[in-house]
Structures are given as C-alpha cells and as structure tokens.
C-alpha cells in the first residue's frame, strides 16, 4: 500500500514527529511504502478560492511545494494526518495543505483511500483535541474516505513526555496493522 504521511509541526524533533516515526516504522515493516511530507518545512500557500483550479480541471495558480505532494496524494491508498493540537485544531502549517486538496477535489473525493489522524496535546483533557478530531471526520465523511485508526497523545507538551508513554507503541502498531 503507498501511505502518504502528512505532518503539521513546525517543531522538528517535537512529540508529533515521534509519533509519525513510530508509525512510519511500522507501516513500512508491514511493507507499505511511505511519503512524508512535513508541511510545516514546506512552502505551502493557503488557497485563496479563486477557483482558477476548478476544483481540479486546471493547475492551482500557487507554484509551491504542493506540486510535489500532488502525485503522491493521487496515488497513495492512504493518507495519514499527523499533528499537534494548536488552539482546538490543526497547525496553520497542516491547514494549509488541507485546504489545497480543494485544486484536486474532483480526483480525490470518492477515491477508494483509508485514513487515519495522530494527535499530540500538551493539555491532560482529550476534549482538547475535539476541533481536530470533527475537522478530520467531517472532511473523510466528505472524501468518502475509510478511518483506520485515530491516537490522541494527551498529555505530552515535549519530546520526553510522549517518549514516557505508549503512545509511540500505538503509533507503531497501527502502523504495523494495516
């Protein structure tokens, strides 16, 4: 299966990476071949809505690095949200590559994929992830995507925190399991 990992943190060695090395570590045991895309270390524009994509019968007018995502989002099996929670929801970073599958709508909604979200929190509450958690389910609801699997690592404001749970160990046998 070909999985595109799509990461949000701007933070490098943070407690999301953590979890999306776990998981990547057990996809590709299982055989899977993987795409990461950081999109925090990525130029990515915010879509504007000028509809010049229509909805993907034409190129978007932003040359950035979506133009590398692209082919990867359209042949992947599975796309794999990975991020922190920043203010009930995803990072800017991660929004931003969301709101550009507007420019590839026609191609991916319907598109026979699976799914899954990874959430890192600071905050002890899971309630804290409640605006990630519906965008992600409203948005595969939408794509007529499968949810394979959801983690929300509360808890783990820095690296060793998360390091210090089984958080990553989930990671790594959803991974594993698909």
């Not at 595109?4 to 990476?17: A, D, I, M, R």
């Not at 990461?36 to 229509?54: H, M, S, Y």
């Not at 359209?74 to 800017?92: E, K, Q, R």
Request: proline residues 2%.
């Amino acid at each position: 299966m070909k999985i595109v990992v799509l990461t949000g943190s701007p933070h490098e060695n943070g407690t999301s990476f953590v979890l999306a090395d776990s998981f990547i570590k057990g996809a590709e045991e299982a055989g899977h071949s993987i795409y990461r895309f950081d999109a925090a270390q990525k130029e990515v524009n915010g879509c504007i809505a000028c509809n010049a994509c229509g909805q993907g019968d034409a190129v978007c007018v932003f040359e950035d690095d979506m133009q590398e995502l692209i082919p990867a989002l359209l042949s992947a099996d599975m796309v794999v949200f990975i991020s922190p929670v920043y203010y009930s929801g995803f990072t800017s970073q991660i929004k931003a590559v969301i709101d550009r599958f507007y420019s590839i709508d026609k191609m991916l909604c319907g598109a026979q994929k699976s799914s899954a979200l990874l959430v890192t929190a600071a905050d002890t509450d899971v309630r804290t992830a409640r605006g990630i958690q519906a965008v992600y389910e409203e948005a595969i609801h939408y794509l007529k995507w499968e949810d394979k699997g959801q983690i929300y690592a509360i808890a783990c404001a820095e690296k060793g925190d998360i390091e210090q749970t089984d958080y990553p160990e989930k990671a790594y046998i959803l991974g594993k399991s698909l």
